[in-house]
């Protein structure tokens, strides 16, 4: 009797929904970016604007943490890839928030005037291209900026390593799948 074997492969609406949902929950961050009260924040109210600059950034990390230990031990029910996907686009926006509240302050930023200059100078700082358009130039925005370098550093980069290690595992699992079946 010969065995048969029944291969289940992902098409159609079960490839694209993983997508999809990264896609929007990515949306839903951006325009939460641009719609939130963040002209409230930054020298108006300083206390609120650190601490809940610190709150986030460190609810981001724990929970990127929590997704590389879930690599790491290799659970194969998580999706790390949409989770640490949508971590790193959160602590993005976390860190250009910041920014354009800091900016309201006189002194703190050169050339750093909108929504879309804080989130253009954290991703040119996030990518160490530093085109120098726009510069920190107080001290809490200089440290802001070091503590972003050191986030993507440390975090960042052991979430994007979590994800190539769990990619790299799906592809020779599967490479050997295909060889013994």
Known sequence: MTERRTVRTRSGWHTARPWVVRGCVAVAVAVAYFLLPLDHLGPHRPVLSWVLCALLLALVAALLLRQIHHVLVDRPETKPGMVITLLIILSVHIFSATYYALAKEPGEFTGLHTRVDALYFTVVTLATVGYGDITPS???ARIVTLIQIAYSFVFLTAAATA???????????????????
């Open 138 to 140: 107080g001290q809490s």
């Open 163 to 181: 994800l190539s290690t769990r990619a790299r595992a799906m592809v020779v699992r599967r490479t050997e799948r295909d060889r013994s079946g």
